[in-house]
T-cell receptor, first 113, second 114 residues
Framework: GENVEQHPSTLSVQEGDSAVIKCTYS??????FPWYKQELGKGPQLIID?????GEKKDQRIAVTLNKTAKHFSLHITETQPEDSAVYFC????????????FGTGTRLTVIP | NAGVMQNPRHLVRRRGQEARLRCSPM?????VYWYRQLPEEGLKFMVY????????ESGMPKERFSAEFPKEGPSILRIQQVVRGDSAAYFC????????????FGSGTRLTVV
């Protein structure tokens, strides 16, 4: 099955700086890569996703890049704000075949005001 | 649209008791997924259900755990004879179609076994 690894496990940045979280996956058949943000006491919320037919996707201050050859993908948050503080999870799946998402172990991001 | 509703938010059970976790999907969603999150870990898939059918239970422990999604009412995750290792956050997600695009997660049920 798919194995997703995520780094770093914790990340602290100053407000206004950028944050980068990286994930690798093992199954070359995986073709859908969502990112979730989980705030304390809440469920994960989808913030951005990318499919394997594109290499980059951007939504305001958030961007995701995908390198299928190297089997890794990254989340980039620019101009970080204190409300970006949360745990971020990457996930991967073969959307056409699998019924479930395979999650990374999470990155706890702290934005220092 | 109230989103995915899970209850209770917190549940405390003594070892050996039964735990019942409920999940009402978003309106119009007929596909339900249950995930478990252990402390400091990512979410692990447990089971995928449609109305009155278990589609994929490959992530469910073989014993003590069961799930259902009846024609009427919420989906239920049932854990019999709970043990300390069952302590975790259990999240339900729903989607309007099969596959895992368009997941919406609920806020979870935090189960503590004492």
């Amino acid at each position: 099955g798919e194995n997703v690894e995520q780094h770093p496990s914790t990340l602290s940045v100053q407000e206004g700086d950028s944050a980068v979280i990286k994930c690798t996956y093992s199954d070359s058949a995986s073709n859908y890569f969502p990112w979730y943000k989980q705030e304390l006491g809440k469920g994960p919320q989808l913030i951005i996703d990318i499919r394997s037919n594109v290499g980059e996707k951007k939504d305001q201050r958030i961007a995701v890049t995908l390198n299928k050859t190297a089997k890794h993908f990254s989340l980039h948050i620019t101009e970080t704000q204190p409300e970006d503080s949360a745990v971020y999870f990457c996930a991967a799946t073969d959307q056409t075949g699998a019924n479930n998402l395979f999650f990374g172990t999470g990155t706890r991001l702290t934005v220092i005001p | 649209n109230a989103g995915v509703m899970q209850n209770p938010r917190h549940l405390v059970r003594r070892r050996g008791q039964e735990a019942r976790l409920r999940c009402s999907p978003m309106k119009g969603h007929s596909h339900v997924y249950w995930y478990r999150q252990l402390p400091e870990e990512g979410l692990k898939f447990m089971v995928y259900l449609q109305k009155e059918n278990i589609i994929d239970e490959s992530g469910m422990p073989k014993e003590r755990f069961s799930a259902e999604f009846p024609k009427e009412g919420p989906s239920i995750l049932r854990i019999q004879q709970v043990v300390r290792g069952d302590s975790a956050a259990y999240f339900c997600a729903s989607s309007p179609t099969g596959g895992n695009y368009g997941y919406t997660f609920g806020s979870g049920t935090r189960l503590t076994v004492v």
